[in-house]
């Protein structure tokens, strides 16, 4: 069976200071299964450990990103995490400080028939 894409949540974060792209992505994945509730698994009775959950970062820096942090945090599933380019760097006034904002894109498959 090839597994299908039941769930689709985005989310952003940011790191207001210190330009850290691992603390933006953490926030961005926190916000994404914020708005999102799995009743639909529940309900079906879906064995969490068989669901596939594919997580897409975007920030300025992809290489920057510790997925491995990031995989850490998903509750549930067979979790994989990359990171692309995408995002967005806000440079700060004066201070030489940056400010990163990520987006967060989680996808959650099942094998159905």
């Known amino acids: ?3 299908k894409r039941v769930i689709l949540e985005m ?8 330009g850290d792209y691992t603390k933006a992505a953490l926030r961005a994945v926190q916000d994404a299964l914020h708005h999102s509730s799995l009743t639909m698994i529940r309900t079906l009775g879906v ?19 510790d997925t491995n942090a990031v995989k850490e945090t998903l509750p549930v599933g067979v979790v994989t995490v990359s990171a692309v380019k995408g995002g ?6 004066g201070s030489g400080d940056t400010m990163v904002i990520a987006s967060a894109a989680i996808a959650v498959r099942l094998d159905l028939p």
């Open 1 to 3: 069976m090839t597994a």
């Open 11 to 18: 989310g952003a974060g940011n790191d207001l200071h210190g």
């Open 47 to 65: 064995d969490k450990d068989k669901m596939f959950v594919d997580v897409t970062i975007g920030v300025q820096q992809p290489d920057k990103v």
């Open 88 to 93: 967005l760097n806000v440079p700060s006034e």
